[in-house]
């Protein structure tokens, strides 16, 4: 049974900052692996999606990586602004969805 | 891009009445939408995935005589929460995709509460 763990749970940095964010999985066999925003009591707006024969993406500020074999995942964030503050969420695609509880990020001005 | 609403955002209900959340894929065909929860602090949950016009497949234990899904059209499913009671509170979030795409559109989300 596929499982994601993210960490940290929860993230507080200085406006600025860059940032790593981790997600784990213990199944390699995934189609491809996608990191999400949720901003609270919202839906969830997609950052990036790495497929399985990426390695990385980028978008903006927002970087992705991906090794399967080692069933990690990291999200990257430069310069952090407030405006990021957020749950992050990764999820693994293997036939279905599979999300990490995610990490909340607050980064203070 | 593909965008995916629900109606409505927020509901407030009695203990032991029935409550339908809509999903509708606004600018694309829907062949495939997928039912999540999410309570507080935690992650996703995949309740159920429908094929339009077919039946729904529910994951492990989710009651599927509790949570009716109905997905009559390529552009709308509806989750229908049966006799909710105060345990049924969470955030209910919805998905679509369309034929031969992978990716999925995820839907602002519906607040239910339950008193």
């Known amino acids: 049974k596929q499982e994601v763990t993210q960490i940290p749970a929860a993230l507080s940095v200085p406006e600025g900052e860059n940032l790593v964010l981790n997600c784990s999985f213990t199944?390699?066999?995934?189609?491809?692996l996608q990191w999400f925003r949720q901003d609270p009591g919202k839906g969830l707006t997609s950052l990036l999606l790495i497929q399985s024969s990426q390695r990385e993406q980028t978008s903006g500020r927002l970087n992705a990586s991906l090794d399967k074999s080692s069933g990690r995942s990291t999200l990257y964030i430069a310069a952090s602004q407030p405006g990021d503050s957020a749950t992050y969420l990764c999820a693994v695609i293997g036939g279905k969805l599979i999300f990490g509880q995610g990490t909340e990020l607050s980064v203070k001005p | 891009g593909a965008v995916v609403s629900q109606h409505p955002s927020w509901v407030i209900c009695k203990s032991g009445t029935s409550v339908k959340i809509e999903c509708r894929s606004l600018?694309?065909?829907?062949?495939?939408m997928f039912w999540y929860r999410q309570f507080p602090k935690q992650s996703l949950m995949l309740m159920a995935t429908s094929n339009e016009g077919s039946k729904a497949t529910y994951e492990q234990g989710v009651e599927k005589d509790k949570f009716l899904i109905n997905h009559a059209s390529l552009t709308l499913s509806t989750l229908t929460v049966t006799s909710a009671h105060p345990e049924d509170s969470s955030f209910y979030i919805c998905?679509?995709?369309?034929?031969?795409?992978?990716?999925?559109?995820f839907g602002p989300g519906t607040r239910l509460l339950v008193l």
């Open positions: 199944d390699s066999a995934i189609y491809n």
């Open positions: 600018d694309f065909q829907a062949t495939t």
């Open positions: 998905s679509a995709s369309g034929q031969g795409v992978e990716t999925q559109y």
